[in-house]
């Protein structure tokens, strides 16, 4: 079974950055898509961005795109989101999520809980005006 864990959550000021990373274990496989996805109060869930197994497709909401930047080092099993200029709109509980590179990428399911077989527990990212 594998495992994820965020970290890196917290208060913030508007304007301010937080890195959020993303630990795997388990039974992973470093060819999968690494995605971000975030959930506010009384909203669903949502897409933030994702990132092919070796870093050469990259996807972005709208909302995040110029502010967040995706990345992940395979031989450390992880993945990070930096976000800067942050804004209380993107206060919101972060998770990230793996699946595989033939649903999440070939497949165009990026951007879809159902690209992705696992998740973490989330990280609370607060945004203070």
């Known amino acids: 079974q594998v495992q994820l864990v965020e970290s890196g959550g917290g208060l913030v000021q508007a304007g301010g950055s937080l890195r959020l990373s993303c630990a795997a274990s388990?039974?992973?496989?470093?060819?999968?898509?690494g995605g971000w996805f975030r959930q506010a109060p009384g909203k669903e869930r949502e897409f933030v961005a994702a990132?092919?197994?070796?870093?050469?497709?990259?996807y972005y909401a709208d909302s995040v795109k110029g502010r967040f930047t995706i990345s992940r080092d395979n031989a450390k099993y992880m993945v990070y989101l930096q976000m800067n200029s942050l804004k209380p709109e993107d206060t919101a509980v972060y998770y990230c999520?793996?699946?595989?590179?033939?649903?999440?990428?070939?497949?165009?399911?990026?951007?879809?809980?159902?690209?992705?077989?696992?998740w973490g527990q989330g990280t609370q990212v607060t945004v203070s005006s």
């Open positions: 999520a793996v699946g595989p590179h033939y649903r999440a990428v070939l497949g165009g399911l990026y951007p879809y809980e159902s690209g992705y077989d696992y």
């Open positions: 990132i092919s197994w070796n870093g050469g497709t990259i």
């Open positions: 388990g039974p992973t496989s470093s060819t999968n898509t």
